[in-house]
C-alpha cells in the first residue's frame, strides 16, 4: 500500500512523510519504548516484521481511509526518524486527535513541540476543521502541559470505549484565532 504525495506539514528542522514498510525497525524501536507503552498502548509489535505489518494494516490503511494519519517525523539535518505525529480518527471521539510520539532520545530538545506545531499549522492551512482534540494518559503530565502552551483548553476527561481506559481530554479551537 503507498500514498500519493500530498501536502504535509513542515518546520523548520523537521520533516514529515507517510510512514513506509521499510521504516518496521524504527517503529519497533520507538513502539517498545516503556513511555510508549505506559502513555500509550502496547501494541504487541515485538519483531520488525510485526512493525511492519502495523504500518501497513494500520497506518497506512489509516491515511488511505481518513486521509490523515502519523506521520514519520525525521530531522531534516541527518534525516534519521525521530519520531510520529498528526491526527488520529477515533471511533470514541467526535473530531480528529493530535498523536504524537518521540524516542526518548529525541525528547526535551522541542521536537515534540514543533512537529505539533507544524501540523496544527498544517491543519488550519490545509483543511477545513474548525477543532481538533488530544488525549492523554492521566499520568503524562510533560504531554498535557506541551498541549496547554500549544493553544489546547483541557476539557476535562473522556473514557475511551477503544482502550478501556480514561484520558484527559483537550480541545483546540481554530475558530478561536479568527475571532
Partial sequence: MSLSSGPVPESSRLSF??????????YNTLMNEP?????????????????????????????????VGLWLVEQKETGAPIGA????????LDV????????????????????AKAVLDFVRENMDLPMICAITHTENHRSASLLLKLGFTAKG????EA????????EFDFNRDRA
Fill in 96 to 115: 480528529p486527535d493530535l498523536g504524537y510520539a518521540f524516542l526518548e532520545e529525541a525528547r526535551g530538545k522541542g521536537y515534540a513541540r514543533e512537529a
Fill in 157 to 160: 476527561k473522556r473514557y475511551l
Fill in 17 to 26: 512523510r507517510p510512514p513506509k514498510v521499510e521504516d518496521a525497525s524504527f
Fill in 35 to 67: 513511555d510508549y507503552h505506559r502513555f500509550i498502548a502496547d501494541r504487541g509489535i515485538r519483531s520488525d516484521a510485526d512493525a511492519a505489518a502495523f504500518i501497513e494494516t494500520k497506518t497506512l490503511a489509516h491515511f488511505t481511509e481518513h486521509k
Fill in 163 to 170: 482502550y478501556d481506559d480514561t484520558s484527559d481530554y483537550f
Fill in 85 to 92: 505525529c498528526g491526527l488520529v480518527v477515533r471511533d470514541d
